[in-house]
């Protein structure tokens, strides 16, 4: 790990004027993901601005009858809400189903919509990766390369890493907003396909976050009546990424919603998905994963999705 200097700051807005202007800042939260980025120098931040003091530890009611999360809520503390629980089951189930319990405790919520993907190209740092270093190319489209775990919609040709959050793909589901503040003390509210960038040939620009623009909170909005169910495929049953994850709402009218995760460079839905729900589960994912370019080895998540949902369906 390189030498960095580091301060706390007492605000939002002190936050986001000084990451705009110290050379080289970054947030830092919980430091889950960031901590191992800088271990294995992939993130090289000259100076760390600890945010954790910043009074966003908060989740209250909207006036619309959601609910808004502070940026600093910890993963633990939103998916043990009370509230959270009754009328967000999706967001909490996607939670709980993320890394492990002591990684929840320090985990943010800022901080899990901005952790990077774990594509094994990304983390080794002696293989090429256009995330990790623009132009160098991507490892994980060379011949022979290892592709199981790795993306089969959204992405480019220089890109096929997943995100990796659990809870995105729940704030998807729920129509969640990120907020933000500049440096200049402006304010944004985001959805989430606003919020996170598709890779094209920039895939080192995850999202659409201006120099020094901070995460102040998520805004869910108000309840979906319905079932809410989470499921998460992945290689053993904790501290794994998902190969595949579904979030879905379910009506009792039989619409509702549907996310996907661990498919695509963002949490994924698609509203003509959305509308094919009454249908089953084959209309949903013709409508969800069309265009869809995946490789030989990972071709499989194309169906277990679908498998994924159909099974959710069926234990209604």
């Known amino acids: 790990m390189r030498a960095f200097s580091y301060e706390r700051a007492a605000s939002p807005a002190e936050a986001a004027a000084r990451a705009a202007e110290v050379p080289g800042a970054k947030f830092i939260a919980g430091g889950t993901n960031l901590l191992d980025l800088m271990k294995h120098e992939i993130e090289t931040p000259l100076h760390l601005i600890d945010v954790r003091g910043t009074g966003l ?24 809400d009370p509230r959270v629980r009754e009328a967000y089951g999706v967001l909490s189930r996607a939670l709980v189903a993320g890394a ?55 992405t480019s040709d220089t890109c096929i890493a997943t995100h990796p959050s659990d809870m995105a793909v729940a704030l998807q589901a729920l129509d969640a907003r990120v907020e933000t503040i500049t440096p200049e003390g402006e304010t944004r509210s985001l959805t989430l396909d606003a919020f996170y960038q598709l890779p094209g040939d920039t895939p080192e620009v995850e999202n659409t976050l201006t120099k020094g623009e901070m995460i102040t909170g998520v805004v869910l909005p108000a309840p979906v009546e319905g079932r809410h169910a989470y499921f998460k495929v992945r290689d053993r049953s904790s501290y794994a990424f998902a190969l595949v994850s579904v979030a879905l709402i379910h009506a009792p009218d039989g619409t509702g919603r549907v996310a996907l995760g661990g498919m695509a460079p963002r949490p994924w839905r698609r509203d003509a998905a959305d509308a094919a729900l009454p249908q089953g589960a084959a209309a949903v994912m013709a409508e969800l994963l069309d265009g869809a370019r995946p490789t030989e080895e990972n071709a499989y998540k194309l169906t277990l999705a679908e498998r994924t949902l159909a099974a959710l369906l069926a234990e209604e």
Do not use: H, W
Request: charged letters at 15%; hydrophobic letters at 30%; proline letters at 4%.
């Open 100 to 154: 492990s319990g002591q990684l929840r405790n320090k985990a943010t919520t800022g901080g899990n919509l901005l952790q990077r993907t774990r594509c094994p190209y990304f983390y080794d740092t002696a293989m090429p990766c256009n995330k990790r270093s623009p132009g160098a190319g991507c490892a994980a489209l060379g011949k022979g390369a290892t592709t199981r775990q790795l993306g089969v919609i959204g």
């Open 57 to 80: 530890n908060d989740i209250t009611a909207t006036e619309e009858g959601g609910l808004r999360v502070g940026a600093m809520v910890s993963n633990s503390t939103l998916a043990a």
